[in-house]
């Protein structure tokens, strides 16, 4: 199975901060990368595909890059709405695997 | 589109768990779309279990495969999550989401989840 691990697993960040995630894959796999929100209690949320297209509906915030085995989650200025877990989650092969979360805090 | 699940929130260890996802606002039917479970714990994190295809055409997690089943009903726009022989490493909350499948995949809508519990 491709292992994906996330960095950091939490940090604290203020209205208005830049906040950047790293997630990164034991093996290749193109720009198959996912982003995904979760909030207490809720669904995971699609942010972004193919490591840098982002969903309908997702504030321009958010923006992905990476490619090959190293991808960024970006939030331009922090939002009271973005503090959340994030997920990345590769689909270049079955098993489909997850990393662990990112848990976004207020400082 | 928007998905719900639904089944007993308890199941007895060594017996089998069913869930079904209700799918409305898009077709089971689409060719542009998979549908997919996926199960949420402390101790496992997400874990894809596995999707199926209109046609029947099913992936499965080797992890779980053994005990596993997906199966889709057209005609209810609906489709369905057996996992046989649970222990109580099963309990999780589980989701059903659609697969959007273009150049790649991506999981673009999920139901709210469902929590299952493993307990005699």
């Known amino acids: 199975d491709i292992q994906m691990t996330q960095s950091p697993l939490s940090l604290s960040a203020s209205i208005g901060d830049r906040v950047t995630i790293t997630c990164r894959a034991s093996?290749?796999?193109?720009?198959?990368l996912n982003w995904y929100q979760q909030k207490p209690g809720k669904a995971p949320r699609l942010l972004i595909y193919?490591?840098?297209t982002l969903q309908s509906g997702v504030p321009s915030r958010f923006s992905g890059s990476g490619s090959g085995t190293d991808f960024t989650l970006t939030l331009s200025s922090l939002q009271p709405e973005d503090f959340a877990t994030y997920y990345c989650?590769?689909?270049?092969?079955?098993?489909?695997?997850f990393g662990q979360g990112t848990k976004v805090e207020i400082k | 589109v928007q998905l719900q699940e639904s089944g007993p929130g308890l199941v007895r260890p060594s017996e089998t768990l069913s869930l079904t996802c209700n799918v409305s606002?898009?077709?089971?039917?689409?060719?542009?779309?998979?549908w997919s479970w996926i199960r949420q714990s402390p101790t496992k994190g997400l874990e894809w279990i596995g999707y199926?295809?209109?046609?029947?055409?099913?992936n499965y997690n080797p992890s779980l495969k053994s005990r596993v089943t997906i199966s889709v009903d057209p005609s209810k726009n609906q489709f369905s999550l057996k996992l046989s022989s649970v222990t109580a490493a099963d309990t999780a909350v589980y989701y059903c989401?659609?697969?959007?499948?273009?150049?790649?995949?991506?999981?673009?809508?999920w139901g709210q989840g469902t929590l299952v519990s493993v307990s005699s």
């Open positions: 199926i295809f209109y046609t029947g055409t099913t």
């Open positions: 606002g898009d077709s089971v039917k689409s060719a542009f779309n998979y």
């Open positions: 989650q590769q689909s270049d092969r079955t098993p489909w695997t």
């Open positions: 989401a659609r697969v959007a499948a273009r150049l790649q995949y991506y999981l673009d809508s």
């Open positions: 093996q290749h796999i193109n720009s198959y």
């Open positions: 193919e490591a840098s």
